[in-house]
């Protein structure tokens, strides 16, 4: 293991930096604001060759490796966690399930559509009685003679409403003596199929207000026989390893929040006074400021190592599940003490650390809560 970049991932986190920083950064608190993201990012991010991700080349991906990704969403993150969730879901969750699972029919017609953003993908898991108990799923696929209609709802869809492709799980009449997962199965559902019909979730979010999440609801939505993607009967397994790929996204993304954090707070400390100096010479903050840099580097290296073990080929939910959770926990307290530091300063949208901490507590839940990742990384550790 060797954490020295080499030339191919400096290039693609300079590229997501400047991009980051010059065409995101700007406009963050107005996404914010106004609760969308423009077209010209996902545009942008497309001519970059962001999109195409750890995607291999043959389908139009960038074929970077897993280390170069998180690199990008950490920068991605640190400008706007909007930007970076709709990058993950797209890129890691729906484009690395297809090329994990797909035919190579599927992965042919499908792939370079994603991967150049001509079609944007979401992966439609969640329902309102199935959020972390993701086996208990309701929506239903009934066989006909040359497909599937599903029918169900789902719910907290990123990017449905932008995507011309939806993963959809459901179920298949569940086999005698099974447990109910077994009956889950992965389709690829063209979003513009009648019976499919999608809307913004209602109320407004704490956080990740310019992302694109949505109500979904199927009814008798037909899905042809070549649209199941991984089998009939193994669409859990497609599920979870999908989110074997998202979390670290989700865990490189915490980075990038954390590192803003840690920025804002740094600046703050050196150039707010009080007490006739500046606050970064009075111990308190001192201990605020050392904290936040010891467990950012902490999470640093917990990404960093998932992302090297996915490279290798093997398997990685251990190590996936303990980077999304040590990272977004440590960035959830950096975000708290980020806001506590800039005292009321901190409590107006004057500076950007509400945003971070209202941003962040959107990773520590979706993709797995952080309860979630430790019942799965105890059942790595113990064993079920
Ligand atoms: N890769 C491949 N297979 C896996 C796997 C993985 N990472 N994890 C589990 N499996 C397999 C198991 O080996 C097991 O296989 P068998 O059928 O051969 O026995 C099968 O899946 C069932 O596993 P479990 O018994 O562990 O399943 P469970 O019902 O106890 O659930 C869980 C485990 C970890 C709690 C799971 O339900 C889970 O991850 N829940 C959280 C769901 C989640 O993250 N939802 C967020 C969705 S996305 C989102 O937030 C919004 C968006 O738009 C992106």
Redesign the pocket.
């Known amino acids: 293991m060797n954490f020295t970049f080499s030339p191919d991932q400096l290039h693609w986190q300079s590229t997501a930096r400047t991009f980051a920083q010059d065409v995101v950064a700007p406009i963050a608190r107005a996404m914010d604001e106004n609760g969308s993201m423009p077209d010209s990012i996902v545009e942008q991010m497309a001519a970059l060759g962001l999109l195409g991700g750890s995607l291999s080349k043959e389908f139009g991906g960038s074929g970077m490796d897993s280390l170069s990704l998180a690199l990008i969403y950490a920068e991605l993150g640190r400008a706007c966690s909007s930007v970076r969730g709709f990058m993950t ?1 797209h890129t890691s ?1 729906v484009m690395k399930c297809i090329e994990q699972w797909g035919s190579s029919d599927q992965k042919n017609e499908l792939l370079p559509q994603l991967a150049s953003a001509k079609m944007i993908g ?2 439609a ?2 329902e309102p009685e199935a ?5 208990s799923i309701k929506t239903q696929a009934e066989k006909t003679k040359d497909g599937y209609l599903l029918t169900g709802e789902k719910i ?3 990017n449905a409403n932008l995507a011309g492709l939806a993963i959809v799980f459901a179920k298949l009449p569940q086999i005698e003596g099974t ?1 109910p ?2 009956a889950i199965t992965a389709f690829l559902v063209d979003t513009k199929t009648k019976g499919f019909t999608r809307k913004k979730m209602p109320g407004k979010e704490l956080g990740h207000r310019a992302s694109d999440h949505a109500h979904i609801v199927l009814k008798d939505c037909f899905v042809p026989a070549n649209r199941v993607l991984g089998g009939e009967y193994h669409g ?2 497609v599920a ?2 999908a ?2 790929h ?1 979390r670290l996204g989700v865990a490189a993304g915490a980075l990038g929040v954390h590192r803003a954090c840690l920025d804002a707070c740094v600046d703050f400390a050196r150039s707010r006074k009080q007490f006739g100096s500046r606050i970064g010479d009075f111990e308190m903050v001192q201990a605020v400021i050392a904290d936040m840099k010891t467990s950012l580097e902490a999470s640093r290296y917990l990404v960093y190592n998932a992302a090297w073990k996915k490279d290798q080929g093997v398997a990685c ?1 251990l190590e996936t599940s303990m980077a999304k959770l040590h990272a977004t926990e440590a960035a959830v307290k950096a975000a708290n003490e980020a806001v506590l530091l800039h005292g009321g300063r901190g409590y107006s949208n004057e500076y950007p650390v509400e945003r971070y901490l209202r941003d962040i507590k959107g990773l520590q839940i ?3 809560t952080s309860h ?1 990742q430790k ?2 990384i105890a ?1 790595q550790v113990i064993g ?1």
């Open positions: 879901v969750l979401c992966y898991l969640t959020g972390s108990d993701a086996a907290w869809i990123t447990k997962h077994t859990f397994k979870m390893s989110l074997d998202g939910t979706y993709e797995g979630i019942i799965v059942r079920k």
